[in-house]
């Protein structure tokens, strides 16, 4: 007997609205101290009204329709019952039959995952366990959710965790969420059956609560997978829907409660919120709003810019810094045309390293070390694009490339003028540099002798030798020939 695993995700993104899902608190569901962005409404006070946030309406729409889903012309708000102290009106205002998106599809790899349907919901309190209490913030109370299902369509633990990837860098490039999962600003029920192949019919599912982390959606899986496959083994499949809890420090699950059924909820229509009625003009004004997706973002800057897939998926995962960057290359493809390169190939190529090496490792770098956001820093995308010429014309050394650019994020000024000013430039070359190399190679025969029995160690040795004596204003890989040549 043959099993594959039939994997279903429904995931929770926090909606970064302003204001709270039926009420006019600051939607702040992290505030300290707790209980302060809170309100009666929030706080479920008998005989105050919801009263729907229409951004939250409109971000939830325009998610659905990057997702490919169909907007319905008429959605309405549901109650779910059930009795916890999260929960103080002890229903959750949600949707139950009417969602406002259903239908729709994201494509992972080769694989296309089907999605049930985007609904809009409110948020319940925090718990904070203590030693001897449990204590409520509500602050997150009432704050707005998007809830997406999607069909039992994943069949490895990875293609779970890259739809999940996919899926933040799509609400991240709308702009509705941060999506981050160590924030709970995405969370992710997993749910996990196995089937034998060629058979239609799914076998009771579990689903998997508590997944917060990427990894630990991958890991959970695989533990279920495993579990379940232990229990057909044994001759006992589950027979009925169960949950369990992810304890990502054990790595395992544990079983919870049995389910509630749909019926358990008592889902019933909200009276107190008319049933929303979404215009085709207005879904299309939605629709117009939607900018390249982060899938073809990707595959454009790979052709376009010839960047390595992994490079593209950092440089798109950022808003801001795709922007820059993408600013960069039109300012470099303005270079490359005044110095007129002939085969295009290899200069994008050289672009692209370029851009890898110094935007996304080095620049990167200085800010992450030093704190500070790609939207603070002042160096122009313009003034960026020249640095690289400056690079990739050798005007410069390694080390002093680097200089230039701690001192560029430090001021925001133009590289041409910091490199004279500080004197970076590379200007020990020629015959000055010829003369160093001789003198080097005539005061250390050892060394000499040493690369001569083919230690690369020696050489370099030499290289920083010749730099020093430089101060640093040549250019390392012109010393390396030279010495080669001679030596
Ligand atoms: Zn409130
Ligand atoms: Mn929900």
């Not at 549901?78 to 969602?99: C, G, M, N, T, V």
């Not at 069949?155 to 941060?178: C, H, M, N, Y």
């Not at 490339?401 to 000024?413: C, H, N, Q, R, S």
């Not at 920083?464 to 030596?487: W, Y």
């Amino acid at each position: 007997m043959t099993l594959e695993p039939i994997i279903g995700l429904e995931i929770h993104v926090q909606l970064k609205t302003a204001r709270k899902m039926f009420c006019d608190c600051a939607n702040v569901p992290d505030a300290t101290p707790p209980n302060t962005a809170i309100c009666p409404i929030c706080l479920g006070y008998p005989g105050t009204l919801p009263m729907p946030n229409k951004q939250a309406i409109e971000w939830s729409a325009l998610t659905a329709l990057a997702l490919g889903c169909s907007i319905r012309s008429r959605s309405k708000f549901d109650r779910k019952h059930y009795f916890y102290p999260d929960l103080p009106k002890a229903y959750q205002i949600s949707q139950y039959d009417e969602p406002i998106g259903e239908k729709g599809a994201l494509k992972i790899g080769d694989h296309e995952v089907r999605l049930t349907r985007l609904h809009l919901e409110e948020d319940a309190a925090k718990l904070l366990h203590g030693e001897d209490r449990v204590q409520i913030d509500f602050n997150r109370a009432g704050t707005p959710l998007a809830e997406i299902v999607t069909e039992p369509d994943m069949r490895t633990p990875a293609e779970a965790k890259a739809f999940l990837q996919e899926l933040r860098e799509i609400v991240r490039s709308l702009g509705v969420s941060d999506a981050d999962m160590e924030k709970g600003q995405l969370r992710c029920d997993v749910n996990v059956s196995l089937r034998e192949i060629g058979k239609k019919k799914l076998s009771p599912k579990t689903e998997i609560k508590n997944v917060n982390s990427f990894r630990a959606v991958e890991h959970a899986i695989a533990y279920e997978i495993e579990r379940q496959t232990r229990l057909w083994e044994e001759g006992s499949p589950p027979a009925h829907e169960t949950t369990r809890g992810w304890d990502d420090e054990k790595g395992k699950s544990v079983e919870q409660r049995t389910k509630e059924l749909a019926a358990d909820y008592r889902y019933f229509p909200e009276p107190d919120i008319p049933p929303l009625e979404f215009s085709k003009d207005w879904i299309d004004h939605v629709a117009e709003q939607i900018n390249e997706l982060p899938q073809a973002k990707r595959v454009r800057f790979i052709n376009e810019y010839a960047l390595k897939p992994e490079d593209a998926r950092i440089i798109v995962a950022d808003t801001a810094l795709a922007d820059f960057t993408e600013h960069v290359f039109s300012e470099l493809a303005e270079w490359r045309s005044a110095i007129g390169h002939d085969d295009e190939d290899v200069v994008k190529e050289k672009l692209a390293q370029l851009v890898s090496g110094w935007l996304l490792n080095k620049f990167l770098g200085i800010l992450t070390k030093r704190g500070i956001a790609l939207a603070d820093v002042r160096i122009t995308p313009e003034n960026f694009a020249e640095f690289l010429m400056i690079v990739g014309d050798r005007k410069v050394n390694t080390t002093n490339a680097l200089k230039l650019l701690e001192k560029m994020v430090e001021t925001g000024g133009d590289p041409s003028a910091i490199l004279e000013d500080e004197g970076l430039t590379q200007d020990v070359s020629g015959s000055e540099l010829d003369v160093i190399v001789q003198r080097i190679i005539v005061a250390n025969p050892d060394v000499v002798a040493s690369v001569q029995k083919g230690k690369e160690a020696a050489l370099q040795f030499l290289v920083g030798l010749v730099m020093r004596e430089t101060k640093g204003k040549a250019n390392p890989e012109a010393i390396m020939e030279l010495l080669k040549k001679t030596v």
